[in-house]
Structure formats: structure tokens, C-alpha cells
């Protein structure tokens, strides 16, 4: 795919990520490919300057490259700080010794357009398995040779796309009970915290592990546990996000679960007893239909729970 149009120029609109789809299930890590590579919001120069357009709004997270796999996710920057501005760490990315992270892209207007192409292309075939496609989100992330991304998992299924540079991918199955604890993936859906999460390298064995170059990616759905490594050159990478019916089910449940868990009981894993399973959502679906609807009649501004794009629309 050739990217040379020009600024008024129409934006292509063939599928820009491409997977096995008879392999495809919303549940099970896979590769995958794609043509972003070259794209020109994907330039070096180009993320300098959303960089400093995010940093200006609190949307950059960045850590130096200190942190290790087993260094806490949410902690990082904070014990491994890179005190570097976001224009400087991405201009000189190559010695910055940091990794950095562009937040929620799409509250970019040029680059919602980009993850909107991408993910528009790809939809159709998503919705035929896992229908409901909303909250999309972009994550970039631009690292330093030789730079870890601490162990952790997202509440997000997850397109991870590597556009220039190699790194290393770790990711474990969503349901691994060896690796992250029925508890540690209710507590994550209730607080969105990590700390029941903890990394120990004999994981490596029972990773499914991708060599990533420039061009290849990595489908892993929602709380999948991964772990990045670097290789030994710059790395810029594309993370497109969202979440449909299902993400959102599997959150409620594991939210009432650790309410559950704070009355002193243990109850079944999700997914153990389905039955129960949809008794218990039907309940939590009703309540939160009802703090909706409270909130719209209160006139509470923002995108909700089924907007096409995160924080789009309540940027005040």
C-alpha cells in the first residue's frame, strides 16, 4: 500500500489488519498482519508533535528503561522515571534510554480518523463473532532499544501492531489460572488495579511468544496477561483497542465477583457455572440501566458505556 496521498486527498479504506478468519475467535490470542507501515501519522516527526499535543493534556505515561518485567505496571514511572519532555524523548528515542506511551490517541481528531479506518475495516468481520464494537481507543507506544514493558493485562481486546523496529511479545492466555488468579481479574475489574498481578520468569514457558517486526502483530483479548521486550533498535508501536458485549459482560461479572470476595465469600470462576453466570448479569444489567438512566436525567455529559470512541466527547 502505497501512503503518498496527498492531505486532501481520500484516505484508503481497504482492510488494513489481516487474520486467519476461520481461526479467528474473540477469546484466543493469534497473529495477525497489517499495512500501517509507513503510514505518515506513524513518522517519527509526526509523533513528536501529537506528543506534545497529549503531554499538554496529561495523555503521556512514561518510564525509563530501568523498569523490568516484574516492575509493578502502575508504579513504573513513578519508580523508574524519565524526566525527559515528550517532544525530547520522542526526537531522540534512539538514546533516550525510556519507553513512552501516547494515551487515547483517538481524542486526536487526525488520529480518530486513523483508528477508525483501521478498525472500520476490520469490524465486520469482528462483529460476526463478537458483536457490539464500542469505546474504541489508540495507544502508541515509542521505545528505546533494549526497553521492557512490564508484565500486566488490559481490560481491552487488543490489536498490538508493530510498525518499525523488532520486540519481543509475551502473552498469556485470558483464562490462565496460573499466571493471573481468578481474584487478580476480579479485583483489576473492580478497582482497575494490578497488584494481585505478579511476574515470575518460570511464566516464559507458558507464554505464546511473537518475534514482531515491521508489519506483524498480535491479536490478545481482553486480560490477557504480556510482557514486551525490546530489541535492540527504536521500536514504534500501534496498540487499537475497544471492547464489545462480551469484554462488557465479563467485567460486570468479575466486578459483582469481588464484591462477592469483600463479604468473605469465593465465588465460582466466570465462566464455571453459565447458568449462574447469566443470572447474575441480568441483575447487574438491570442496575446499570437504571444508573443510566438516572444520569441522562441529571443531564451528566459524557460518551458512555457504548460510544463508538473512548473519552471522545467528554473532553471538558
Known sequence: MSWNAGPGDAAPRERLIVLDEDEFHPWRIQPVSHGLVGHPLLQ?????????????????????????????????PGLHPNRKSAAETLSGIADAQAWMSLLNVQTDPEYRELVGQ??????????????????????????????????????????LLQVQGRKRVYVWDPDDQVVASEQARDRFHHRHERDLLQWHEEFRARAKVFDLEPGQGAYMPSTSPHMVENGNEP????????????????AMLHRAHALVRRAGMTPPRVGRYPAFDALTYAGIATVSACRR????????????PFARYSLVGNEG
Open 44 to 76: 517519527p516527526a509526526s509523533l513528536v508533535a501529537l506528543g506534545s499535543r497529549l503531554e499538554a493534556r496529561g495523555r503521556v505515561r512514561t518510564h525509563s528503561n530501568q523498569a523490568s518485567a516484574g516492575t509493578p505496571f502502575n508504579a513504573a
Open 118 to 159: 483501521v478498525l472500520d475495516g476490520i469490524q465486520p468481520l469482528i462483529d460476526r463473532h463478537d458483536p457490539g464494537m464500542c469505546r474504541r481507543a489508540g495507544w502508541i507506544f515509542v521505545t528505546s532499544p533494549n526497553t521492557v514493558t512490564p508484565f500486566h493485562f488490559d481490560e481491552e481486546h487488543n490489536f
Open 235 to 250: 521500536s514504534i508501536t500501534i496498540s487499537l483497542t475497544y471492547y464489545t458485549d462480551a469484554t462488557r459482560r465479563d
Open 293 to 304: 438512566a438516572v444520569a441522562a436525567l441529571a443531564d451528566k455529559h459524557g460518551p458512555g
